[in-house]
T-cell receptor, first 115, second 114 residues
């Protein structure tokens, strides 16, 4: 299995809702990442997990809460989002955070719309 | 801080012809990777090619090749025999071996004309 999967593909939520995005990989990678991508812009790093521990939080608002329950799974819990949070949320993984071949493998993304 | 610059917001190429996308970067580090990622309208980010900074030889992957000029901090992507499926947004990206965070350029939107 050489892919990163993300569910759901699309999500529409109101500002008072609580929802979660899910990311899964079975490549044995020990680093996982969340990116936010606005239309026609490059991805922006949000969080990095290394060996299931949060190693980087790029000053993301607390309404985004990441979780890494095990080495294969990464969640992003969403609560009280704003319309400007509407974006494509990409998950990625890599064998290690700072060694190996360097490349990150991306999932197809979740298109989030906040009403 | 490292930066990546893609100076061509949009490019266009005729099918079967060759096109070169430009990328420059700024860093004071010596150990790093450079990548080109492709993002079609389907939005999945796909790795096209990678280059390790300490390797002088330019990377190639089938129709894709790079011109890596370390001293000039330049990393251009050449696509030969362009195909309709090559139409996508192309992002140049830098990765410091010591930090592990991908830094992306703003992207170049490539159109392929039949």
């Amino acid at each position: 299995d050489t892919e990163v999967t993300q569910t759901p593909k699309h999500l529409v939520m109101g500002m008072t809702n609580k929802k979660s995005l899910k990311c899964e990989q079975h490549m044995g990678h020990r680093a996982m990442y969340w990116y936010k991508q606005k239309a026609k812009k490059p991805p922006e790093l949000m969080f990095v997990y290394s060996y299931e521990k949060l190693s980087i939080n790029e000053s993301v608002p607390s309404r985004f809460s990441p979780e890494c329950p095990n080495s294969s799974l990464l969640n992003l819990h969403l609560h009280a989002l704003q319309p400007e949070d509407s974006a494509l949320y990409l998950c990625a993984s890599s064998p290690r955070r700072t060694s190996g071949r360097g490349e990150q493998f991306f999932g197809p993304g979740t298109r989030l719309t906040v009403l | 801080a490292q930066t990546v610059t893609q100076s061509q917001p949009e490019m266009s190429v005729q099918e079967a012809e060759t096109v070169t996308l430009s990328c420059t970067y700024d860093t004071s580090e010596s150990d790093y990777y450079l990548f080109w990622y492709k993002q079609p309208p389907s939005r999945q980010m796909i790795l096209v090619i990678r280059q390790e900074a300490y390797k002088q030889q330019n990377a190639t992957e089938n129709r894709f090749s790079v011109n890596f000029q370390k001293a000039a901090k330049s990393f251009s992507l050449k696509i030969s025999d362009s195909q309709l499926g090559d139409a996508a947004m192309y992002f140049c990206a830098y990765l410091s071996r010591g930090q592990g965070n991908l830094i992306f350029g703003k992207g170049t939107k490539l159109s392929v004309k039949p």
